[in-house]
């Protein structure tokens, strides 16, 4: 691997933003345009070279196809003799949904906000039918201004007829739907499904199908129902239900509807919920998310941060401390994370005289009348003089 300062292909080496088992991922400065990047390096040989430097190809194919806000922009794809095969992205400063999972610091409104913009990027996917199949927290970046971007295409697969060959499993096994376990094609609703365990995870905590091997986490999902943390509400548990269930024609037609579902599950407060109704009602390709605001937490008697989450649109919580319907959260939590949407503008008011006009609509008809009796006097008073000296005149007899 480069050490810091070197180049790979045109891009200089600043600082690495974290490493695994099979590569690298650094950030880098992009010297022709002027702007940062984040590269990721794969360590691999042979075959596997091959293999990683197609599946970058391709997710380099697919962002330039779909180019949609929540979704990693793809800017480049090379092979460094001295690295291996590498991919030039955009730089998203912020974290993993997964961290944010770790440490517990999105209020409800804020989990609700990820996701909504999360099934952006996976409905853009869908229309042009492709089918990511690896949906999950690690795949979802979370930017500080508050921008949800999906990323990791590599294994996307597209909906076109393809001849049947034999592959190995792609994607994650805790967030594969059962169908794909069996060999089953990908598919929207295998995406919905993997859409639905994230949901899960992120308003629980937890895993619906927990397991401390890989194969004890496929066999739970092949063979037994999702676990539903103990407390969570009814209505919340037949949503999470239908969502995971094993057939793929019981689950949601659309992402929509189960996400509208798990919204309104929810006891929200009326305020949370009419912004959450807006958030959905926006364009995909709408500017709608503001900066996150982070908020200190409230120091307790005993010196510790209380178990609570703050900031302006904080939700009710129980009298047992924790989400309505969910079980209760740990002991302590850090600092909230909030996304604070843009209140709708009020209507512009119309000019003060359209206004009088609109509250009286005879105002300007009256002037019009009063010129009317004017003109009716002055002809007809002429007349009328003239018929009354004219009767004068006539013979008595013929009066």
Known sequence: MPELNNTIGRYVIDRTLGQGAMGVVYLAEDPLLKRRVAIKVVRAT??????????????????????????????????????????????????????????????????????????????????????????????????????????????????APQSRALEEFLGSPAYSAPELLRGSDPTPASDRYSFAV???????????HPGVTVSAVVT????????????????????????????????????????????????????????????????????????????RPRIGPSGRPEPHLEGRFSEPRSAGGGTPGLPPPPHTLPPAVKIELEPTPAPLRPPAHERRARKDPDTFRTPMKLLGWIIAILVLGPVCWWVVHLFQDLPPGMR
Do not use: C, W
């Open 46 to 159: 042979g075959e596997e070279r091959d293999h990683a430097l197609s599946r970058f190809r391709r997710e380099a194919e697919i962002s330039a196809q779909l180019d949609h806000p929540n979704i990693v922009t793809i800017f480049d794809v090379g092979d460094e003799p001295e690295v291996g095969p590498f991919i030039a992205m955009e730089y998203v400063e912020g974290n993993n949904l997964a961290f944010f999972i770790k440490e517990a610091t999105l209020d409800l409104e804020t989990r609700f906000s990820v996701l909504i913009q999360t099934m952006r990027a996976l409905r853009a996917a869908h229309r042009h039918a492709i089918v990511h199949r690896d949906v999950k927290p690690e795949n979802i970046l979370v930017a500080e201004t508050g921008r949800v971007k999906l990323m990791d295409f590599g294994i996307a697969k597209t909906m």
């Open 198 to 208: 994230t949901a899960f995870e992120l308003l629980t905590g937890q895993l619906p």
């Open 220 to 295: 739970h999902v092949l063979m037994e129902a999702p676990v539903m943390p103990q407390g969570m509400s009814g209505d919340l548990a037949k949503v999470f239900r239908q969502a995971l269930a094993q057939d793929p024609d019981e689950r949601p037609g659309t992402l929509m509807d189960f996400l509208t579902a798990l919204v309104d599950a929810f006891p929200l407060e009326p305020r949370a919920h009419g912004r959450l109704n807006e958030l959905f009602r926006h364009d995909d390709y709408s500017g709608d998310i503001t900066p996150i605001r982070r908020t």
